[in-house]
């Protein structure tokens, strides 16, 4: 997990701004996801991408957007219509089952987001 | 979709005694049950897994345990240490094409008293 980095680790953001979590991967895994974290809870998938260019909702899609360009890269945005952002945010990869033979999630450091 | 319930949601033992949480998931496509361990503030780091063709599988003071037919997975720590201490997730994948896709407990706190 070591291969996976988030940026910036802490995060505020003002009500009604947009704000990106950086995502990068060196591991060269085909799968990525985004995970939500709130104190004393389980991780809620937000988004995930088994592949380049394409990408799938996951159970708290609503308020964020994500984009995957690029292999290593999956960018978190965290939009105004998010109602309440303040969370640990979680990025993961993992070998596509497709050519891999482990669903294993690696998790990143996590970025912990506060609205003022 | 999965639903994954895991219990308990606190544990507390004294250093040296078992400690035993318990899963159960809904989607009997699932074949893929990892277990993380998460500290304060920290990344979940993966302590073991196990795949539906094994009923057991051991990793020095950890093992876990999957029953297919009652759809329940259970994680067992022996011999506990004050540094087991942490916030300890289950986990199953879906079936079908998000076989990727992983469903979480909610967690179970375990202090170990030394």
């Known amino acids: 997990d070591g291969g996976i980095t988030q940026s910036p680790k802490y995060l505020f953001r003002k009500e009604g701004q947009n704000v990106t979590l950086s995502c990068e991967q060196n591991l060269n895994h085909d799968a990525m996801y985004w995970y939500r974290q709130d104190p004393g809870q389980g991780l809620r998938l937000i988004y995930y991408s088994q592949i380049v260019n394409d990408f799938q909702k996951g159970d708290i899609a609503e308020g964020y957007s994500v984009s995957r360009e690029k292999k290593e890269s999956f960018p978190l945005t965290v939009t105004s219509a998010q109602k309440n952002p303040t969370a640990f945010y979680l990025c993961?990869?993992?070998?596509?089952?497709?050519?891999?033979?482990?669903?294993?999630?690696?998790f990143g450091p996590g970025t912990r987001l506060t609205v003022l | 979709g999965e639903n994954v319930e895991q219990h308990p949601s606190t544990l507390s033992v004294q250093e040296g005694d078992s400690a035993v949480i318990k899963c159960t998931y809904s989607?009997?496509?699932?074949?893929?049950f990892p277990w993380y361990k998460q500290e304060l503030g920290k990344r979940p780091q993966l302590i073991i897994d196990i795949r539906s063709n094994v009923g057991e599988k051991k990793d020095q003071r950890i093992a876990v345990t999957l029953n297919k037919t009652a759809k329940h997975f259970s994680l067992h720590i022996t011999e506990t240490q004050p540094e087991d201490s942490a916030v300890y997730f289950c986990a199953a994948n879906a079936g079908g094409t998000s076989y990727g896709k992983l469903t979480f407990g909610q967690g179970t706190i375990l202090t170990v008293h030394p």
């Open positions: 989607d009997s496509a699932s074949n893929y």
């Open positions: 993961a990869s993992s070998i596509d089952l497709l050519r891999g033979s482990t669903d294993t999630q690696y």
